[in-house]
Structure formats: structure tokens, C-alpha cells
């Protein structure tokens, strides 16, 4: 019975010790932006940014080599990133143009966004020592039908460790979100 108990009380430890050695991750908090632009006179309307399909799986990609993709063992995304990325956008074009006008879609508004924002991310992954991220940004005036669309891309420094991937991800995703704000402004 004594053997039992310890067998016992040994997989609940070891058990308990597995729970503890896996770290979560967000990408979702929106920075505060250094300036502000003046308000687009309309709402700004947030399609949800579309990411490959290695990034729904919870656990953080690394890239081996142009072709292989491994995922960090103990290092997971806590959010679906499609989603998460869609609200951090979202917070910080309403930071960055001081107004709480801006939806995700399906807009829950009366009338139609001044101004629609569509990001398809066709690369977010760490690869050697960087993270790189490429992208497309379309942009379109829904009153007067003016669209711009430019292709986005950027790699930063990062190290092997899943928080430095994940803080270099992080600074990659702060580019984009300042080249989408550009974009609305100058549009």
C-alpha cells in the first residue's frame, strides 16, 4: 500500500511539474503610439487579418529552412492569432488616430467605415536569428472608392529563445500596424 501511495504522490509531482514548464504568449496588447494623427473624419473598418496556417496552431513556428517549419516545444501562443492580431490592430489605430470609431467586421455600425483595412500576413516566423514578416496591406476610401495596396516586409533581430522570437514578433507586428496608419492617413 505504501508503494502504492508513493507511485502515486511521483506521477502527481511529475505531473504538476509538466503543467508548470509550458509559457504562454500574446501579441495582442496594443503599444501606446509616440504621435498622433488627427482623426479620419469616419470610422475605420478592420477586416480580420488573415496569417498562414502554421500560425493557428497554438504552439510558437520556428523555420528550419525555407521548407521546414518545427514549433518550440513548452512555448504557445495563448490566442488564436488571426483574431489576436485583428484586436491589437485595432486598439492601435484607435491610439494612434485618438478615436474609438474603428471595428472589426462585420461592422456593428449604422453606416458603412469611412476607411477599410485588410492585412493578409503571408510570412510571420522566426528563421537563424531573425523574425520576418511579410504582408499585404489594402486600403480603401468606402465614400469616395480611392484604394491603395502595398506590400509590407521586415525582419528583426531576434535570438532562439521563445521570448526573444516572441519580442521580435512583436516589434515586426509594431512596423506593420505604423505602415497601416501611414497608409489611412495619406489615403
Not at 501579441?27 to 475605420?44: N, W
Not at 480580420?48 to 513556428?61: M, S
Not at 455600425?109 to 477599410?116: F, G, R, T
Request: aromatic share 10%.
Amino acid at each position: 500500500m505504501l508503494k502504492r501511495n508513493y507511485i502515486a504522490v511521483l506521477l502527481m509531482l511529475t505531473g504538476l511539474a509538466g503543467c508548470g514548464s509550458s509559457s504562454y504568449y500574446i501579441l495582442s496588447t496594443a503599444p501606446q503610439p509616440a504621435t498622433v494623427f488627427r482623426q479620419t473624419g469616419g470610422s475605420i473598418g478592420v477586416e480580420k487579418v488573415t496569417v498562414p496556417k502554421y500560425l493557428f496552431k497554438h504552439q510558437i513556428a520556428v523555420a528550419r529552412s525555407s521548407s521546414q517549419v518545427t514549433f518550440l516545444s513548452g512555448a504557445s501562443w495563448a490566442e488564436d492569432m488571426d483574431e489576436g492580431l485583428t484586436q491589437r490592430l485595432i486598439g492601435f489605430l484607435q491610439k494612434k488616430f485618438n478615436q474609438p470609431e474603428v471595428y472589426g467586421y462585420p461592422w456593428d455600425v449604422e453606416q458603412q467605415p469611412k476607411v477599410k483595412v485588410k492585412v493578409q500576413i503571408s510570412r510571420f516566423i522566426a528563421q537563424g536569428d531573425r523574425v520576418y514578416l511579410d504582408a499585404s496591406i489594402q486600403l480603401e476610401n468606402m465614400k469616395t472608392g480611392k484604394r491603395k495596396a502595398r506590400l509590407f516586409s521586415v525582419s528583426v533581430p531576434s535570438g532562439s529563445s521563445a521570448s526573444s522570437i516572441v519580442a521580435a514578433m512583436d516589434k515586426a507586428f509594431s512596423r506593420l500596424e505604423a505602415q497601416v496608419a501611414l497608409g489611412i492617413r495619406n489615403l
